[in-house]
């Protein structure tokens, strides 16, 4: 992200502005991050909603029943993540055109995924996910802030493990690959 954005999403209305000890630099490096991984869980909901509602095949009740299963609990983080952000001082985001503009994974919009596909894109877009969450919490621990931190760990826990569920669930006889 450029420091343009990342300063756009400091600028605070002074309505708006939670005091906090972090350095303003710190809010504004750690707010970007948490907007990004805010923007891919959003658009990981949405991925995983699609999903969900155009799964067909031989497995289709325990995959729709698992997507949705997912795609409640990846929906449940989205207000921790954006209250974060505001409790540190920064803003969050406003918008459906700010969310693809922040965006780090792709869309899919084809007409029809075959659900092992459907599995494996998921899995990998909870990869990526987690992966911003490990450097997220890298810029947390940079700035000393704890609670954004521990609440990034139980985020990853909870990404690994619908990585673990896609995998598992995405698998055929005699597949030994990740």
Not at 74 to 98: C, H, N, Y
Request: glycine fraction near 4%.
């Amino acid at each position: 992200m450029t420091q343009a954005k990342s300063s756009a999403l400091r600028k605070v209305n002074p309505e708006l502005d939670t005091p906090t000890d972090l350095s303003e630099e710190g809010v504004s490096k750690i707010s970007t991050a948490m907007n990004t991984i805010l923007a891919d869980t959003f658009a990981l909901y949405l991925k995983t909603k699609n999903f969900h509602w155009h799964v067909s095949g031989r497995h289709f009740r325990d995959y729709h029943l698992l997507l949705d299963e997912q795609s409640e609990q990846i929906f449940g983080t989205t207000d921790e993540i954006a209250e974060r952000v505001r409790k540190i001082g920064g803003t969050t985001l406003r918008s459906i055109g700010q969310i693809a503009k922040l965006q780090t994974l792709e869309d899919n919009d084809e007409s029809f995924v075959p659900p092992r596909e459907m599995l494996r894109e998921l899995m990998n877009d909870n990869k990526k996910v987690a992966a911003a969450m490990r450097k997220a919490h890298d810029i947390c621990d940079k700035y000393e802030d704890v609670a954004t931190a521990s609440l990034i760990e139980n985020f990853i826990d909870a990404t690994e493990r619908r990585v673990w569920f896609l995998f598992e669930a995405s698998r055929q006889e005699g597949d030994n690959e990740a």
